[in-house]
């Protein structure tokens, strides 16, 4: 057990290394495919061993280090949703400023490509297996993006630019680094251990529905964050129990990520 744990450590620090640009940071990441590795059936863990030859955490930012690579330059908009008018739309037409060449579509966000690699791997038999392998990398990046509140736009909430410590960041970023912020130095292990105690009736109503209407579900959560930062005042000036509050919703979401993402998997290989 000491092995795995510090193998996966190790593992984390070298993912941190390699990607400054991940919703919920490298690290963040890296737990949510751990808490879902633990949590994968018999089945769906044989068959991600056939495809990745790794755990899940291994490939936890894949997906952020190629998104800008000419081969998959047209995954970039895939990290990112909006809400505009109750409707799931591309972030670009909810307030995202990313700026990215190819040309856009209305299916163009993270919720539609899940739905979509979803559905595709469902025929897993019949598909080469690197298709396989390379959509259930998207998957293992693409569900803890999707609970990330800097990834979610609302057409009518603008990202605010805000300080934190005195350094200027958007809101986006500071959401990116918010697991690092209040977990600095726990190892994903431990906040496995110490966050995700759920029961099993608790994990299965977690994850009734849809990927969609998860998005739905945590929509009160990503909102309230705008209300408990300040485009005002510095970060460190918020009263103690914004922070507090920020950093329950940053750990529920990541616990529920991880619990979602190995209930996606486990429905494909079932």
Known sequence: MRTKILTLVLLCAALLSVSKASAWSAAGHCTIAHIADQHLTPKARKMCNKYLGHSLAYYASWLD??????????????????IKDGKLVPGQMAGDIADFLAPLTMDDHGIARLQQMQAQLKRYRSLPDSTVTVNLKCIIHMVGDMHCPGHVFFAEQKQYEMTVYGENVRYHGYNDKSFDRFHKGKSAAQFRDKYCRLTKEEIKALCEGDMESWIYGNESMLRETYKLLSPTIDYKELPEQNKFRLKEITDQLHRDAGYRLAHVINQIFK
Do not use: K, L
Not at 70 to 82: D, L, M, S
């Open 65 to 82: 280090q190629w998104r800008y690579s000419h081969e998959y330059h047209h995954t970039a908009r895939w990290h990112a949703v909006g």
